[in-house]
């Protein structure tokens, strides 16, 4: 499963998305994982200061 952003908890700090090695975050008023580009690596959930971020398996 790619990243999934807890819309409700996301501030928007950017964070996840200057981790992420294959760009696919972008973030407006919350972050957005592109599904087709995110291989799961995980960068973002350790990044995230919220724990908004989970990749489950
Ligand atoms: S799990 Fe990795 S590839 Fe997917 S959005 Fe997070 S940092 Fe990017
Ligand atoms: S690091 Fe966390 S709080 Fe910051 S934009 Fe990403 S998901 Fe939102």
Known sequence: MPAKI???TCSACG???EVC???AISV???AKVDAEL???C???VEE???EAI???E
């Open 38 to 40: 995110c291989t799961e």
């Open 21 to 23: 090695p294959v760009d």
């Open 6 to 8: 807890d819309e409700e």
């Open 28 to 30: 407006e008023d919350v």
């Open 48 to 50: 995230c200061p919220l």
């Open 42 to 44: 995980g960068a973002c």
């Open 15 to 17: 964070g996840c998305a």
């Open 54 to 56: 989970s990749v489950e």
